[in-house]
Structures are given as C-alpha cells and as structure tokens.
C-alpha cells in the first residue's frame, strides 16, 4: 500500500470511529436513530390557542381517532379543534396533522385542510376549505396507526394564521409541497401535540 493510499485508510478510519461514538454503533438494536423535523413555523410568527373536547394536549389520542386501515380499527374521526387569539390580519387558517415519529426519514402527514376563512374559529364553519392529500395519497383525514413496537409516535396538531386568503393549490397537491406554500405564508400557529403507540 503506497503512502497516499494509507493516509486515505487512515482518515477513513478516523471518519468511522468518529461516526461510531457520535451516533452510537451500528449494531445497536435497541433505539432507531433520533431524526431533527423542522417545526414548519417561522420565528417571526405569533403563537395563539387551540384546544379539542376530543384531545388533550401531551396525551394518548383517543381510538376514535385512529386510522381504521392498515391494521389499526379506530373511528378515523378527525378530531375538532377550536382556535382564539389569531392574529387579527389573518386572511385564512389551514389546520394539519403531523407524525414527527414515522419511520420515513421525514415523517408523515396525516391531514391538511387549508382555505378555511378568516372569520372561523372551528373547522363546522368551513364547508368549503380544500381537504388536502395526506401522504398515503388520500383525501382527508387519516388516523394514527404506528408500526407495532415502534415506539412512542408524536402527533402536531397545528392551526395556521395565514397572510392569504387562498392557497391557490389545488387538493391532490403532494403534502410536502402544501407545506411549503403554507410555510411562507404563516403569520401565526396554535399547536397541540398528542402522541399513539402499538
């Protein structure tokens, strides 16, 4: 092996050990690797209220809410959720779902609705807001069902103030690219999180 060749072995060996205390070996079986979701939120934005007399926030989702697919047999009901204290220059509210804790590398979204008006405080009053494309490619609302012995899974649930009145997308736009529309219109969020485990 000539001199540059073990320099290369060399460093290469450095990058491995390194990776190994930094992230744990690779053998271990125990805990998945931790993966960092972005909140989704700007800095800039004001946060307000949101509760549910369905959920209660930092607690297990009741099975009326679960997915009644994939092997799970919840209710698949989307759970009501009613905001106060938005900022008085929103324009539109979109509300989501997502699981921070899908074994996908970028997690899983379970529901968005957007174009709900400005004068709502609640999703009855929202007859024609455009139920989004969740990220199993249906419409709607889609219930937890984390995979058995996964772990815990944590559910944002999340009300957004937003600077337009409409989107302009329409439903079957892919979830990830929803986000990122609604993204840069955020001038406001209520967020509660409730979590599901098998």
């Known amino acids: 092996m000539n001199r540059i060749a073990r320099r290369m072995a060399a460093v290469i060996g450095i990058l491995i050990a390194a990776g190994t205390t930094a992230c744990g070996s ?3 079986t125990t805990t998945p690797a931790a993966l960092t979701v972005r909140s989704g939120i700007p800095n800039s934005a004001k946060k307000f209220e949101v509760v549910s007399p369905d959920l209660k926030d930092g607690q297990a989702m009741p099975q009326g809410q679960w997915a009644n697919s994939n092997g799970c047999t919840g209710g ?5 959720v009613q905001w106060s204290g938005a900022p008085a220059d929103a324009k539109s ?3 989501t779902m997502f699981d921070v804790d899908a074994p996908t590398g970028s997690g899983l979204w379970h529901w968005l609705t957007w174009d709900i008006p400005a004068t709502a405080t609640d999703l009855t009053a929202a007859p024609n807001a455009v139920s989004g494309t969740n990220d199993l490619g249906m419409a709607g609302y889609l219930g937890p069902c984390p995979p058995t ?3 815990l899974h944590h559910y944002w649930i999340t009300v957004l103030a937003l600077d337009t009145p ?4 329409p439903a079957t736009t892919p979830p990830a690219l929803a986000a990122f529309a609604l993204y840069h219109r955020i001038l ?6 409730v979590t599901a485990q098998q």
Do not use: I
């Not at 698949?76 to 009501?80: C, G, I, R, Y």
């Not at 409409?166 to 997308?169: F, R």
């Open 166 to 169: 409409t989107l302009g997308l």
């Open 76 to 80: 698949n009901q989307a759970p009501k």
């Open 93 to 95: 509210f979109a509300v």
């Open 26 to 28: 690779d053998h271990s």
């Open 188 to 193: 406001g969020y209520a967020r509660m999180t």
């Open 149 to 151: 012995g996964d772990g």
